[in-house]
């Protein structure tokens, strides 16, 4: 009786977080901030809005997490770039990173991050903008990662850290665009190897 009765008081959790936060990534991944509506969400997660809104907040607050959890993940092969030797092997390794991420799958091919929030009413305007945040710090550490390149004599004394690292994020991101667009890996490889090729430092 006595267990019976601490089941109903200790009720466990109705659902495993983690892996509705893993459900609302992909579908915010798939159909971007705007185009993820909340049913979308709840659907894919399992879960009613009630739950969604007690474990998440709302529905911005739930696209941060899912963002967070985009970069610990599939995007995780950024910050593992930046730890490569040397200033070329950073370059390698975040363009195919880029290249293996953006075609995963059939369902979503692409970047969350740069997707997710490219046409923003005001509704989607914190997501625009936190996203446009998260391009810019992937930016600047690799500008930060290549500026030490410079300094440990890996690059040469007169390299713009500044300017190459724009130029790399734009060749991947624009690599995400594409495959958004429809490229295939092989494809998108062949671009990053082209870049990689006209690689003068």
């Given at each position: 009786m006595g267990g019976s009765r601490n089941t109903v008081m200790g009720r466990p959790r109705e659902f495993d977080i983690d892996e509705a936060l893993e459900r609302a990534m992909q579908v915010f991944w798939e159909r971007g901030y705007e185009g993820a509506t909340?049913?979308?969400?709840?659907?894919?997660?399992?879960?009613?809005?009630?739950?969604?809104?007690?474990?998440?907040?709302?529905?911005?607050?739930?696209?941060?997490?899912?963002?967070?959890?985009?970069?610990?993940?599939?995007?995780?092969?950024?910050?593992?770039?930046?730890?490569?030797?040397?200033?070329?092997?950073?370059?390698?390794?975040?363009?195919?990173?880029?290249?293996?991420?953006?075609?995963?799958?059939?369902?979503?091919?692409?970047?969350?991050?740069?997707?997710?929030?490219?046409?923003?009413?005001?509704?989607?305007?914190?997501?625009?903008?936190?996203?446009?945040?998260?391009?810019?710090?992937?930016?600047?550490?690799?500008?930060?990662?290549?500026?030490?390149?410079?300094?440990?004599?890996d690059l040469p004394r007169d390299a713009d850290a500044g300017r190459l690292a724009r130029y790399i994020m734009t060749v991947a991101f624009g690599i995400a665009v594409q495959a958004a667009g429809g490229l295939a890996h092989d494809e998108l490889q062949d671009i990053a190897d082209m870049a990689l090729r006209s690689w003068q430092a």
């Amino acid at each position: 009786m006595g267990g019976s009765r601490n089941t109903v008081m200790g009720r466990p959790r109705e659902f495993d977080i983690d892996e509705a936060l893993e459900r609302a990534m992909q579908v915010f991944w798939e159909r971007g901030y705007e185009g993820a509506t909340l049913s979308d969400l709840t659907g894919a997660m399992g879960i009613t809005k009630t739950s969604m809104y007690a474990a998440f907040g709302n529905k911005e607050q739930l696209f941060r997490r899912a963002l967070e959890r985009y970069t610990e993940g599939p995007a995780s092969y950024a910050r593992r770039a930046l730890e490569e030797p040397t200033a070329r092997g950073v370059a390698e390794a975040l363009l195919r990173g880029a290249v293996r991420t953006t075609t995963l799958s059939e369902g979503h091919p692409g970047c969350l991050a740069v997707q997710g929030a490219l046409a923003a009413s005001d509704g989607g305007r914190p997501a625009h903008d936190l996203l446009v945040g998260w391009r810019n710090d992937a930016a600047l550490r690799l500008e930060e990662r290549l500026q030490r390149a410079v300094d440990e004599g890996d690059l040469p004394r007169d390299a713009d850290a500044g300017r190459l690292a724009r130029y790399i994020m734009t060749v991947a991101f624009g690599i995400a665009v594409q495959a958004a667009g429809g490229l295939a890996h092989d494809e998108l490889q062949d671009i990053a190897d082209m870049a990689l090729r006209s690689w003068q430092a």
